[in-house]
């Protein structure tokens, strides 16, 4: 699943759960739902994390890519 794919159903069972007309079994089933969805979007982060690049200029102005100090 995508990164934007569970953060819009993320972002729907929040929308479902503040609203407060869920019952309370399915409260609960969406709630653990919705953390489940939270670990995988905070694992698809780390991994883009780890992807990430930066663009510097050396000594002579060229530019080169270096990881990105993101910790």
């Known amino acids: ?26 409260s609960i089933a969406i709630y653990e739902r919705g953390a489940a969805l939270k670990a995988h979007c905070e694992a698809k982060l780390r991994e883009a994390e780890l992807k990430v690049e930066k663009i510097v200029l050396d000594d002579k102005g060229q530019a080169r890519a270096e990881d990105a100090d993101l910790g």
Request: proline share 0%; charged share 30%; net charge negative.
């Open 1 to 26: 699943m995508s990164f934007e794919a569970a953060l819009a159903e993320l972002e729907n069972i929040v929308q479902q759960l503040e609203s407060g007309d869920v019952e309370l079994e399915k």
